[in-house]
């Protein structure tokens, strides 16, 4: 059932055209992400789905039961309440129907010596309040509000601070649980992921996968995508492409789409050029014959619905990081290391080795001492306990998550030649083009940068210092996925020692060689990516169960195996259908493509008869793949 469609959607601002003609439906059910770089409009869009922006030109239908709940990201607001309070405003309708149970308590046990008409009215209508407030779930409301705040990452401890006293990120998590326990029919949220640690985003993504209602999401974070949707949005050059599938699905299908629509473009173009030497050709012969037949020709070329010039990729920005002189093996030892602030330990007898070539992700929860460690190994934390030792020929460049390494008054070609003075205006406005900031974008000061701006400016700064030990505190919190993607390609051709801490799973995917997991017990080591350390933490939880089936009867163990099987045979089968289904997939594939090179040919496109079979051909084979990606995600 379709709860959503938006036909030839247009919105400028002023002279800004932000996109024109977006068309799509939403299905109930659907998990939508929504990617493109920043300022293509993808915010833009869902404000105007909730009615926040208007629509230049087009429609927008919902179903009649529908309601949308929207998540800004950067939302902020105003609140005398507790957390707590705060976010039980959501079932006020629930406890003033609690409220009313128990003066109808009260009513009856007035009334309770009288065998009165007024006594049986009272308990019918209690009997009816009893019933919706129990089918309304009355009696756990506060239990699912209490879970939905820890589940984002707030503390039993939190629960009676005044909403007041909250930062921005607080208070946006706040608004988000709220959203997600009103249950709207279509959520609508943007960059939900932003202000959450590892734990709360997985909480959140297992929150959307058993969610019953539609859901729209903004987001950066890769592999959340991949984790929670069934359907990728990209907003590119004022035009909404859709795809199947999570993120990775997305990036296939999207750059085996963009090979086509070259290849049919390059060939129409090369088609065309032929036909009008031909064309010329016959003119020059000056014979009434010769001209006919080019007039002929150009009346069939005339005919040719033409494809559009596919827009040239986004220019991107070009990182390579360079080292200056080898570490030595050894990059860094920290040794019973120790810190407080007031009655709270953040961490004790905190050992720690880094050696040269690693790739060491450190993850943990929000407050953990993250960023707290990276400090005390720059210095700029004294106060501790333990020593820090680095290595021989160890040099060292710090990217510091709020950009506070730059000097918010410098223009952008200050910040950069008063730290490389011997540098020609020329070699830096060069430097500086090649990360994007063209023309008079080198005169403008960092505090007007966006985000992503001065993230580039600070990467641009560590990249001239050509260090051989990179301690990166959440480098692509700022940053697009293009930018995001560019920076991975940069730090896997590094050939020094990167130490980083991110919250982005995919990100550490991609980079790291090593995670570490910082918690209130101390260091913990998995040596591989972030999935080798999903699975090493699944392979623990399944030791620490080993007590509970070793105390289980020879039955229950043999009615567990038999189970097992089971399962296996299932999921034998589910992965030969997905053997077969790839398999169709890819020769339906292989059959658009040719029937595209076909559409191509001046034999087919002149002939409006074959042309139209062809098409027609192509319409059914687009179909039959639709229906075989829907039979390979529902196995999935």
Same mark, same amino acid.
């Given at each position: 059932?379709i709860?959503?469609?938006?036909n ?7 002279i800004d055209e /932000? ?19 920043n300022?293509t409009g ?5 404000k105007i789905i909730a009615g926040?922006?208007?629509?230049? $030109? ?13 998540l ?16 039980l405003?959501?079932?006020t ?7 009313d149970l ?7 046990s ?18 009816n309040k ?7 779930n009355g ?11 820890r ?9 009676d601070?005044?909403v ?6 607080e208070k946006?998590?706040?608004l988000?649980g709220?959203l ?10 943007d960059e939900?992921?932003n $202000? ?5 985003i997985?909480?959140?993504e297992?929150?959307? #996968?058993q ?7 903004i987001?950066h974070?890769?592999y959340?995508?991949?984790?929670t949707?069934?359907?990728?949005f ?16 997305f990036i296939h ?7 086509i ?10 088609e065309i050029?032929?036909?009008?030497q031909s064309i010329?050709l016959?003119?020059?012969?000056g014979r ?6 080019a ?5 069939a070329?005339?005919?040719? &619905? ?10 991107k920005?070009?990182? /390579?990081?360079k080292?200056a002189?080898?570490?030595?093996n ?7 290391i ?10 004790e ?7 040269r ?12 001492g993250?960023?707290?460690?990276f400090k005390? /190994?720059?210095g700029?934390e ?5 020593s820090?030792?680095f ?8 990217? $510091?998550?709020?950009?506070k390494?730059?000097?918010l008054?410098?223009?952008?070609i ?10 020609t ?5 060069n ?11 080198v ?5 007007t940068?966006?985000g992503?701006?001065?993230a ?5 700064k560590?990249i001239?210092?050509?260090?051989n030990?990179?301690l ?5 919190n ?5 930018s995001?993607?560019i920076l991975?390609?940069?730090?896997r ?5 990167v130490?980083?801490?991110?919250h ?10 090593k995670?570490l ?5 101390? /260091?913990?080591?998995y ?5 080798y350390?999903?699975?090493k933490k699944?392979e623990?939880n399944?030791?620490?169960s080993?007590?509970?089936v ?6 229950q ?14 999921e034998?089968?589910?992965? #030969? &259908?997905?053997?077969q289904i790839?398999s ?9 493509y ?6 191509c040919l ?7 008869? #074959?042309?139209?079979?062809i098409n027609?051909?192509?319409k ?10 829907n039979d ?5």
């Amino acid at each position: 059932m379709i709860v959503l469609s938006c036909n030839n959607i247009s919105k400028s601002f002023g002279i800004d055209e /932000i996109f024109t003609d977006v068309s799509f439906s939403v299905n109930e059910g659907d998990k939508i992400g929504i990617v493109g770089i920043n300022g293509t409009g993808k915010t833009t869009l869902l404000k105007i789905i909730a009615g926040i922006y208007e629509q230049d $030109h087009g429609n927008i239908y919902t179903a009649k039961s529908s309601e949308i709940g929207y998540l800004e990201q950067n939302m902020n607001f105003n609140s005398n309440r507790t957390i707590l309070e705060e976010i039980l405003t959501v079932f006020t309708h629930l406890m003033d129907m609690e409220k009313d149970l128990r003066e109808l308590e009260l009513a009856i046990s007035k009334n309770s010596n009288n065998n009165s008409r007024k006594l049986d009215q009272l308990m019918n209508e209690y009997a009816n309040k009893y019933d919706l407030f129990s089918a309304s779930n009355g009696y756990g409301y506060r239990s699912e509000a209490i879970g939905v705040l820890r589940g984002l990452g707030f503390g039993d401890s939190d629960f009676d601070k005044p909403v007041s006293v909250l930062s921005g990120g607080e208070k946006t998590r706040l608004l988000l649980g709220k959203l997600l326990l009103e249950k709207p029919n279509i959520l609508l949220l943007d960059e939900p992921t932003n $202000h959450l640690d590892s734990n709360s985003i997985e909480w959140l993504e297992l929150f959307l #996968k058993q969610y019953n209602g539609t859901v729209m999401i903004i987001s950066h974070d890769r592999y959340f995508l991949n984790q929670t949707v069934n359907r990728i949005f990209e907003i590119n050059n004022r035009k909404l492409h859709q795809y199947n599938g999570n993120y990775t699905d997305f990036i296939h299908q999207s750059k085996l789409n963009r090979e086509i629509e070259r290849k049919k473009y390059a060939d129409q173009q090369k088609e065309i050029k032929k036909q009008e030497q031909s064309i010329e050709l016959l003119k020059s012969f000056g014979r009434e014959k010769q001209v006919r037949r080019a007039r002929s020709k150009e009346k069939a070329l005339a005919k040719i &619905k033409l494809i559009d010039k596919p827009e040239s990729e986004q220019q991107k920005a070009k990182i /390579i990081f360079k080292t200056a002189v080898q570490s030595g093996n050894d990059v860094l030892q920290l040794r019973d290391i120790g810190i407080s602030y007031g009655e709270k330990t953040l961490f004790e007898n905190l050992d720690l080795d880094v050696y040269r070539g690693e790739k060491i992700a450190l993850i943990g929860a929000n407050g953990i001492g993250k960023s707290t460690l990276f400090k005390i /190994i720059t210095g700029d934390e004294t106060s501790f306990d333990g020593s820090v030792k680095f290595g021989a020929n160890v040099e060292y460049s710090y990217f $510091h998550q709020e950009q506070k390494t730059l000097n918010l008054k410098n223009t952008v070609i200050e910040e950069i030649w008063q730290n490389y003075q011997h540098l020609t205006q020329t070699e830096v406005r060069n430097i500086l083009g090649s990360f994007l900031f063209k023309d008079d974008d080198v005169f403008k000061e960092i505090s007007t940068l966006s985000g992503g701006e001065r993230a580039r400016i600070a990467l641009l700064k560590i990249i001239l210092s050509k260090p051989n030990f990179l301690l990166l505190d959440e480098p692509t919190n700022h940053l697009d996925i293009d930018s995001k993607e560019i920076l991975e390609d940069a730090l896997r051709d590094y050939d020094g020692t990167v130490f980083m801490i991110s919250h982005d799973r995919y990100f550490i995917n991609e980079i790291a060689n090593k995670v570490l997991v910082l918690d209130e017990n101390g /260091i913990s080591e998995y040596l591989g990516n972030y999935d080798y350390y999903v699975e090493k933490k699944k392979e623990l939880n399944v030791l620490d169960s080993v007590n509970e089936v070793s105390t289980k009867t020879k039955t229950q163990l043999k009615e567990e195996k038999k189970k097992i099987k089971e399962q296996q045979e299932v999921e034998r089968n589910e992965r #030969k &259908k997905i053997k077969q289904i790839e398999s169709d997939i890819e020769l339906l594939e292989k059959q658009i493509y040719y029937l595209d090179e076909m559409l191509c040919l001046p034999d087919v496109y002149s002939d409006p008869e #074959k042309s139209k079979e062809i098409n027609q051909e192509k319409k059914e084979s687009e179909k039959k793949l639709a229906k075989l990606y829907n039979d390979w995600e529902n196995i999935l």
